[in-house]
């Protein structure tokens, strides 16, 4: 049974840095693409950034050079370094992931997220709250 936590949300001034984390159990990680996902209130959830199971790593334009996604594969652990933080960071952050590919620019709607391969992304964390303050 596949499980994700996400953790490390908090409040932070502009500028400020965020390390998040979601740690997974039932798979192997480098099987699968992991990866965050964001939601604003009245908004689209949106992709942030992925990592493929050979560690290839992509990024969603308004976050590139401010984030890092990384994967500590001993303790299946999925990292989002966060630096330079804006308000327009602010939402709810979801860890993710699939046996198959999906990226930052993963088609969302409803709720939903999909593979591109068109199927949804069928795994989920429970979200952590960032709050940007300016």
């Known amino acids: 049974q596949v499980q994700l936590v996400d953790s490390g949300g908090d409040s932070v001034q502009a500028g400020g840095s965020l390390s998040l984390s979601c740690v997974s159990s039932?798979?192997?990680?480098?099987?699968?693409?992991m990866g965050w996902f964001r939601q604003a209130p009245g908004k689209e959830r949106e992709g942030v950034a992925s990592?493929?199971?050979?560690?290839?790593?992509f990024y969603a334009n308004s976050v590139k050079d401010r984030f890092t996604i990384s994967r500590d594969d001993d303790k299946k652990t999925l990292h989002l370094q966060m630096n330079r933080l804006q308000p327009e960071d602010t939402a709810t952050y979801y860890c993710?992931?699939?046996?198959?590919?999906?990226?930052?620019?993963?088609?969302?709607?409803?709720?939903?997220?999909?593979?591109?391969?068109?199927?949804?992304?069928?795994?989920w964390g429970q979200g952590t709250q960032v709050t940007v303050s300016s």
């Open positions: 993710a992931a699939a046996p198959a590919a999906f990226g930052p620019q993963s088609y969302c709607t409803g709720g939903l997220c999909y593979r591109n391969d068109g199927r949804p992304i069928g795994y």
């Open positions: 039932g798979y192997t990680v480098t099987d699968y693409w």
């Open positions: 990592i493929s199971g050979d560690g290839r790593t």
